[in-house]
C-alpha cells in the first residue's frame, strides 16, 4: 500500500492530536482567548511567516522541475499575499505598523520552529522540507473547517471570527488541497524506512506547533 499524508497524521496521531486540538484552537472558536493572548500570537506568527517564506524559497532553490518550482512558488504566494495580509490587517487595529512589527524580538517558540523547519530543508531533500511543512498549511486549513463544525464556535460577535474565515476561505483552502496532493504523490514512491525518517520530521514540526499555541497563551518571549 502507498504511503499518503494520512498515514504521517495516523503515525504522529498523539503529537497531531495535542496540534489540532490545543486549547487556543478551542478558545479562538469560542471567541474567549484572552486579547493579549492573541496579539501575542499573532506577531510572532508574523515572524513565524517570515521564515516560513524563506522556507518555501529554499523549496523553489531545490526544485528540480516546473511543477515543484510552481508548487513552492504557490506556497509562498498563500504566505505572502493570503495570510500576511490578515496579519497586517490586526495589527494595524491595535495601532502596530508592519516596521514595529519586524523589530520585534523573536520568541523562543518561533525561533525553534522556524529554524527546525529551515534545518530540516537545508540538510535533507525536497521531500523533507514538504513534510516539514506540512503541518503548518494543511494543519491550519483542516483546524478551521473542525471549528466551524464544533457546537462551541461561534463567529457573531468573535474577535477571531476574520481569523477562521481565512483560514477556512477558498484561497487557503485550494493552497492547502494542493500542498497535500503534493504531499500524497511523493509519498506514494517512499519505501518503509524512509518513511520512518519522515514520520520523525513530521512529528518534531507538529510538535514545534503546539508549542507555539502555547507560546501565545504563557505570553511566552
Ligand atoms: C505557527 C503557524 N503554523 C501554521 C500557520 C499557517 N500557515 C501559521 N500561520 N502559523
Same mark, same amino acid.
Given at each position: 500500500?502507498?504511503?499518503?499524508?494520512?498515514?504521517?497524521?495516523?503515525?504522529?496521531?498523539?503529537?497531531?492530536?495535542?496540534?489540532?486540538?490545543?486549547?487556543?484552537?478551542? %478558545?479562538?472558536?469560542?471567541?474567549?482567548?484572552?486579547?493579549?493572548?492573541?496579539?501575542?500570537?499573532?506577531?510572532?506568527?508574523?515572524?513565524?511567516?517570515?521564515?516560513?517564506?524563506?522556507?518555501?524559497?529554499?523549496?523553489?532553490?531545490?526544485?528540480?522541475?516546473?511543477?515543484?518550482?510552481?508548487? %513552492?512558488?504557490?506556497?509562498?504566494?498563500?504566505?505572502?499575499?493570503?495570510?500576511?495580509?490578515?496579519?497586517?490587517?490586526?495589527?494595524?487595529?491595535?495601532?502596530?505598523?508592519?516596521?514595529?512589527?519586524?523589530?520585534?524580538?523573536?520568541?523562543?517558540?518561533?525561533?525553534?520552529?522556524?529554524?527546525?523547519?529551515?534545518?530540516?530543508?537545508?540538510?535533507?531533500?525536497?521531500?523533507?522540507?514538504?513534510?516539514?511543512?506540512?503541518?503548518?498549511?494543511?494543519?491550519?486549513?483542516?483546524?478551521?473547517?473542525?471549528?466551524?463544525?464544533?457546537?462551541?464556535?461561534?463567529?457573531?460577535?468573535?474577535?477571531?471570527?476574520?481569523?477562521?474565515?481565512?483560514?477556512?476561505?477558498?484561497?487557503?483552502?485550494?493552497?492547502?488541497?494542493?500542498?497535500?496532493?503534493?504531499?500524497?504523490?511523493?509519498?506514494?514512491?517512499?519505501?518503509?524506512?524512509?518513511?520512518?525518517?519522515?514520520?520523525?520530521?513530521?512529528?518534531?514540526?507538529?510538535?514545534?506547533? %503546539?508549542?507555539?499555541?502555547?507560546?501565545?497563551?504563557?505570553?511566552?518571549?
Amino acid at each position: 500500500m502507498p504511503f499518503r499524508f494520512g498515514d504521517l497524521k495516523q503515525r504522529s496521531r498523539a503529537s497531531w492530536e495535542a496540534y489540532c486540538r490545543h486549547d487556543f484552537v478551542r %478558545a479562538l472558536g469560542a471567541g474567549d482567548l484572552p486579547g493579549p493572548a492573541f496579539r501575542h500570537y499573532l506577531q510572532q506568527d508574523y515572524l513565524f511567516l517570515i521564515h516560513f517564506a524563506r522556507a518555501f524559497a529554499l523549496a523553489a532553490y531545490k526544485s528540480r522541475d516546473l511543477a515543484d518550482l510552481r508548487r %513552492a512558488g504557490d506556497g509562498l504566494r498563500a504566505i505572502l499575499d493570503v495570510e500576511l495580509d490578515l496579519h497586517v490587517a490586526y495589527c494595524r487595529e491595535w495601532g502596530i505598523d508592519e516596521a514595529a512589527l519586524a523589530r520585534l524580538p523573536e520568541s523562543r517558540a518561533t525561533l525553534a520552529y522556524t529554524r527546525y523547519v529551515l534545518d530540516t530543508g537545508n540538510r535533507g531533500d525536497l521531500l523533507d522540507l514538504h513534510v516539514a511543512l506540512s503541518p503548518c498549511m494543511i494543519g491550519y486549513a483542516e483546524i478551521a473547517l473542525w471549528l466551524l463544525e464544533q457546537p462551541f464556535t461561534r463567529l457573531d460577535g468573535n474577535p477571531y471570527a476574520p481569523w477562521i474565515a481565512m483560514y477556512a476561505g477558498d484561497e487557503f483552502q485550494q493552497a492547502a488541497r494542493d500542498e497535500r496532493e503534493w504531499v500524497d504523490a511523493r509519498l506514494a514512491r517512499v519505501d518503509a524506512a524512509r518513511f520512518d525518517e519522515l514520520v520523525e520530521i513530521f512529528d518534531a514540526a507538529a510538535r514545534l506547533e %503546539a508549542d507555539f499555541w502555547q507560546m501565545g497563551l504563557d505570553l511566552a518571549d
